[in-house]
Nanobody, 128 residues
Framework: QVQLVESGGGLVQAGGSLRLSCAAS????????MAWFRQAPGKEREFVAA????????YYGDSVKGRFTISRDNAKNMAYLQMNSLKPEDTAVYYC?????????????????????WGKGTLVTVSS
């Protein structure tokens, strides 16, 4: 089992920045690819970003490319999502997810249920 706990959400004005953190425990963190997803009220869960086990490979959802950066620190069992130039449409609950497989971009974008482990989420609200 892998336990994931997100933190860092909150209220920010449009154009601002936030950094989300995901603390992992329970298994060898470096064996797991990590990803961030988000879900806005009344909408489907959306892929945001993914990073491979070593951190050498990343994917991003089209709506966040160039604004968000995913990273990880295997020594600290942490994953991060740096969010810049935030927009009101970025408002959502952000979830951290882990899986031993680093999937294709297509799988991340269309099949979020493939991820084996999920955190409970952290709310990000961007005001206009």
């Amino acid at each position: 089992q892998v336990q994931l706990v997100e933190s860092g959400g909150g209220l920010v004005q449009a154009g601002g920045s936030l950094r989300l953190s995901c603390a992992a425990s329970g298994r060898t963190f470096s064996n797991y690819a990590m990803a961030w997803f988000r879900q806005a009220p009344g909408k489907e869960r959306e892929f945001v970003a993914a990073i491979s086990q070593s951190g050498g490979l990343t994917y991003y959802g089209d709506s966040v490319k160039g604004r968000f950066t995913i990273s990880r620190d295997n020594a600290k069992n942490m994953a991060y999502l740096q969010m810049n130039s935030l927009k009101p449409e970025d408002t959502a609950v952000y979830y951290c997810a882990a899986d031993q497989r680093y999937y294709s971009a297509s799988t991340y974008k269309t099949n979020y249920s493939a991820m084996g482990y999920w955190g409970k989420g952290t709310l990000v609200t961007v005001s206009s």
